[in-house]
């Protein structure tokens, strides 16, 4: 059962970045209505990539590896958790902008956003992709057993 959940954290994750990188490609071209549509499923994915995440992340934490104690006596996973809320806050930002193209999208016309509004959801994506990269150093860490102070 570890290893079947082991898969799991790692597909979610795989398609959190993928969804993530699909935003990100997709806001920087000129907003149209098929775009604006991909953007809106993508962000449905990439939410639900983050809910199966912590879930299954969680339900491994408790129930399928080394233990709460032990995982909350390590910086990496400490850390790993702190990274991963800090992208769960960036991203309400954008899946809100996202969420309000709905009924512009619904009546057949493009949402109105200004370009001011893209550049600074362009910016978010970006540092959510950032914030990636140290949370997989975490990872790595934390798989090899370092930065355990229980």
Same mark, same amino acid.
């Given at each position: ?10 597909? !979610?994750?795989?398609? =959190?970045? %993928?969804?993530? @990188?699909? /935003?990100?490609?997709?806001? $920087?071209?000129? #907003? ?53 809320? !800090?992208?769960?806050? =960036?991203? %309400?930002?954008? @899946?809100? /902008?996202?969420?309000?193209? $709905?009924?512009? #999208? ?45």
């Amino acid at each position: 059962m570890s290893a079947l959940f082991a898969f799991l954290h790692h597909l !979610a994750a795989f398609a =959190l970045v %993928a969804a993530l @990188t699909a /935003e990100l490609v997709l806001i $920087r071209s000129p #907003l149209t209505m098929e775009s604006a549509r991909r953007i809106l499923r993508f962000d449905a994915v990439y939410g639900m990539s983050a809910s199966l995440l912590l879930v299954v992340g969680l339900l491994r934490v408790f129930y399928f590896e080394k233990g709460a104690s032990y995982y909350f006596h390590s910086a990496p996973f400490l850390t790993k958790l702190a990274l991963f809320a !800090a992208i769960g806050v =960036l991203s %309400a930002w954008p @899946t809100l /902008e996202f969420l309000s193209w $709905r009924k512009a #999208l619904g009546l057949g016309r493009l949402p109105a956003v200004d370009s001011g509004r893209l550049a600074r959801i362009r910016s978010i994506i970006h540092w959510e992709l950032v914030l990636l990269v140290p949370l997989l150093l975490a990872a790595a860490l934390l798989a090899r057993g370092i930065g355990h102070f229980g």
